[in-house]
């Protein structure tokens, strides 16, 4: 069975810092490429930032400089670090593995709340 757990949600004053993880079982993150998704209400799901199988890295535009995404293939986890945090990253934050002839797998989603 192919499951992916999110942690390290949680409520941060704007400008700090949390880590989410993202560990998986059943699926490889080394042979998938993986990523963050963040999903407020009302609006549709984004992409926050994405690893390749390779390792190549692309961020959205508006953590770039500030969000690094990373994976430990030992620990196959991945693994969101976010500084400098602001209100309006405020979301539910979903990981997400991509599979090449099946549809992605997602985890059940960690809140994080940034007050000001």
């Known amino acids: 069975q192919v499951q992916l757990v999110e942690s390290g949600g949680g409520l941060v004053q704007a400008g700090g810092s949390l880590r989410l993880s993202c560990a998986a079982s059943?699926?490889?993150?080394?042979?998938?490429?993986a990523g963050w998704y963040r999903q407020t209400p009302g609006k549709q799901r984004e992409l926050v930032a994405r690893?390749?199988?390779?390792?190549?890295?692309n961020y959205a535009d508006s953590v770039k400089g500030r969000f690094t995404i990373s994976r430990d293939n030992a620990k196959n986890t991945v693994y969101l670090q976010m500084n400098s945090l602001k209100p309006d990253d405020t979301a539910v934050y979903y990981c997400?593995?991509?599979?090449?002839?099946?549809?992605?797998?997602w985890g059940q989603g960690t809140q994080v709340t940034v007050s000001s």
């Open positions: 690893i390749s199988r390779d390792g190549s890295i």
């Open positions: 997400n593995a991509e599979r090449v002839l099946s549809p992605p797998v």
């Open positions: 059943g699926i490889t993150f080394s042979r998938n490429a």
